[in-house]
């Protein structure tokens, strides 16, 4: 078995199903599939099926997308805090900044410049504003897919709550 991530190669597999990145071919999927049913591993799988920025992602929700690129995913948050409130997320599944593997460093970088890039067009870096990346319970985080918040438009407050 194959690992990648700490993850075997067949988890991985399974989860290009529900991202957007492409997978390998039906055949490989359903064989990976097979080999899932006997996985130490399935509450993850689970966790990817029912992701919510995972159907985002694929298109299955509706968003109101404002940048997409091969990796990640910007879109305004449906319940805004702020006059400007973008979520920004890597297309493929990884559930939280605690999750991210040393291999997610480039698109972890893209997801930062990414909100810089949106806070230059949404006319905010002059002003300021502010990047916020829940993670786990402690921190708040509601949707267990990482995603890092661009808030501006008006003065924020801290400490946070
Ligand atoms: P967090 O609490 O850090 O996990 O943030 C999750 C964010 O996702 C919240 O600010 C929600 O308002 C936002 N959210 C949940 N569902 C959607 C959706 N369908 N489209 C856009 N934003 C969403
Ligand atoms: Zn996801």
Redesign the pocket.
């Known amino acids: 078995m194959v690992f990648r991530d700490g993850l075997p190669t067949k988890y991985l597999w399974d989860r290009f199903e529900h991202c957007a990145a492409p997978g390998p071919p039906a055949r490989s999927r359903g064989r990976a599939q097979r080999l899932l049913r006997s996985s130490p591993f399935p509450a993850l799988t689970m966790t990817q099926s029912d992701c ?1 920025f995972c159907k ?1 992602v694929a298109g299955d ?1 509706p ?2 997308v404002v940048f997409r690129s091969d990796r990640v995913l910007a ?5 805004p ?1 702020a006059p400007v ?1 973008i ?1 920004v997320i890597p297309s493929e599944h990884i559930g939280s900044l605690d999750q991210a593997g040393d291999t997610h460093a480039t698109v972890l970088g893209e997801v930062l410049l990414t909100a810089r890039d949106l806070a230059r067009s949404e006319g905010l870096a002059e002003g300021g504003y502010r990047t ?3 993670t786990g319970d402690d ?6 897919h990482l ?1 890092l ?1 661009l808030l501006g438009g008006r003065s924020m407050t801290w400490p946070p709550g």
């Not at 879109?75 to 319940?79: A, E, G, K, L, M």
């Not at 921190?139 to 267990?144: E, F, I, P």
């Open positions: 919510l985002l929700i968003a109101d879109f305004r948050d449906i319940s805090q409130h979520l916020v990346i829940n921190g708040g985080q509601t949707v267990h995603h918040h």
